[in-house]
C-alpha cells in the first residue's frame, strides 16, 4: 500500500509540475492573442524580501513582487529567456529526461537562445522556480552528483528503461551516488532506524568499512560537502517517508555547522522553496565543546573563520537552540577548529567504538 502512494506522488508532481508549465505558457499566449505585451509577475528575490520564518523554521519570500514585462525593452531579452526555459523544462519533464545547469547553458545554443554566462543561465532557471513554485530538480534538471548513501534501503526506481527494477542500496561498496534515478525512486524497505550524514568522503568511507550502518542499523548519507539541493530533498524523503531520524556530523569550523544548518533549515538562495530542508535533523558534531573535551588536535581559526562565527551568531536561525549559541562562542573563547579525522589520533576505529555512540545518545 505504501509503494502504490509513493508510486501515485510521483506521478501526481509531475502532472502538477506539467500543468504548471502549461499554465505559465497559456498564460503568456492569452497575453498575446488579446494583443498586449505579454508580462510575469513573480516574488521578489531581493535581500529585503527574504526572512526567517520559525513556523515552517526556514528562510521564506515576503509579499514583494517584480515583474518583467515584454513592454520594457530592457526586459525583452530576460522575459525570452525564462520563456524558452519553461519550453525547455516542459521538454524535460514530459520526455522523461534529465539535464544539468551546465547543460541547460549549452543547450540554449540550439535554439539560437543566448545568455552571456553561466550564472545568467542559472538566475533564469532560479527566476521560473520563482514563478511556478517548483524546484528545478522537478524540472528534471540536476547538478552534478557527488553524494552518495550506503545502507539496507531497497529502492525500485521510476526512471523509463528502469521501472520496477529495485536495488538494494548496500549493492556497492563505496555507496550509491544521489542522481536523478536515485532520488525520484520508490522507497520499498529498510531495516534502518537512523540516517547518519557525514560531509566528507573520508569518514563516509572509514564507516562503511566498519559497518556503521550495521552496529547502528543506520543509513549513511556523504554530503560531499555543503549537500546538493537533491541531496537535502533526499534526506527529508528519509525522515518523512520512513520516518528516520537524522543526525549530521561536519567537521568542527564555523562552516561545518552550516553544513549542518542549510541541511536543517535550508538556505536564503532557496527560499523561494519549500522540502528541501529537514528541520527536525540533529547536529551532532563535531562541536566546539567536542574539540576541547576531546583534546582533539587543532588548526588556529583565522579571520575569515571568526568573521564567519559572527555572521552565524546575528542569523536568527542560530539563535532558536542554545546549543548552537553555546557552540559559537566555544569556537570564539578558544579560537581552534578540528576536522573529522582529527579522532585518529587516538586509532582509527575510535571515532566509531566511542565518540559516535556517545554522539548518537546526547542528540537523540
Known amino acids: ?53 520559525p513556523q515552517v523554521r526556514q528562510f521564506i519570500l515576503g509579499d514583494r513582487k517584480v515583474k518583467r514585462s515584454a513592454r520594457n525593452i530592457r526586459h525583452v531579452k530576460p522575459f525570452a529567456q ?45 527566476d521560473l522556480e520563482t514563478i511556478l513554485g517548483f524546484s528545478r530538480e522537478d524540472f ?30 548496500t549493492s556497492h561498496p563505496d555507496g550509491v551516488m544521489i542522481g536523478p534515478a536515485l532520488t525520484s525512486s520508490e522507497f520499498v524497505k529498510t531495516t534502518a532506524d537512523k540516517v547518519i550524514a557525514v560531509e566528507k568522503g573520508g569518514l563516509f568511507t572509514r564507516f562503511i568499512e566498519e559497518s556503521v550502518h550495521k552496529k ?33 556530523f561536519t567537521d568542527g569550523d564555523p562552516w561545518g555547522m552550516h553544513i549542518a544548518m542549510v541541511i536543517i533549515s535550508g538556505s536564503a538562495n532557496a527560499a523561494h522553496l519549500r522540502e528541501l530542508n529537514t528541520p527536525d535533523a540533529k547536529w551532532s558534531g563535531v562541536w566546539a565543546t567536542d574539540i576541547v573535551n576531546y583534546k582533539l588536535p587543532t ?34 573563547k578558544i579560537r581552534k577548529k578540528a576536522e573529522q579525522e582529527a579522532f585518529s589520533r587516538y586509532g582509527l576505529t575510535y571515532i566509531v567504538d566511542e565518540y559516535l555512540p556517545a554522539k548518537l545518545e546526547e542528540t537523540k
Open 216 to 248: 547502528f542499523n543506520s543509513l549513511l548519507v556523504l554530503t560531499a560537502g555543503q549537500a546538493p539541493r537533491a541531496t537535502r530533498h533526499f534526506i527529508r524523503r528519509l525522515n518523512a517517508e520512513l520516518n528516520l531520524p537524522v543526525y549530521i
Open 299 to 332: 588548526d588556529p581559526l583565522d579571520e575569515v573563520d571568526m568573521k564567519r562565527l559572527y555572521e552565524l551568531q546575528k542569523d536568527p536561525r542560530y539563535k532558536e537552540d542554545p546549543l548552537w549559541q553555546r557552540e559559537i562562542k566555544t569556537f570564539m
Open 1 to 53: 500500500m505504501a509503494q502504490k502512494k509513493q508510486r501515485s506522488s510521483i506521478l501526481e508532481r509531475k502532472k502538477e509540475v506539467l500543468e504548471s508549465l502549461s499554465g505559465l505558457g497559456g498564460k503568456i499566449y492569452d497575453q498575446l492573442d488579446n494583443g498586449t505585451f505579454p508580462s510575469i509577475t513573480m516574488p521578489s528575490r531581493s535581500t529585503e524580501n527574504i526572512y526567517y520564518d
Open 140 to 169: 528534471s534538471i540536476f547538478p552534478e552528483e557527488r553524494s552518495a548513501i550506503f545502507g539496507d534501503l531497497t529502492i525500485e526506481y521510476t526512471v523509463p528503461g528502469y521501472e520496477g527494477r529495485t536495488m538494494n542500496l
Open 82 to 126: 525564462l520563456t524558452w526555459a519553461a519550453l525547455f523544462s516542459n521538454e524535460l519533464t514530459s520526455q522523461c529526461k534529465t539535464s544539468t545547469l551546465r547543460d541547460v547553458y549549452y543547450s540554449a545554443q540550439a535554439y539560437e537562445m543566448t545568455f552571456k554566462d553561466q550564472q545568467e543561465s542559472n538566475n533564469i532557471v532560479t
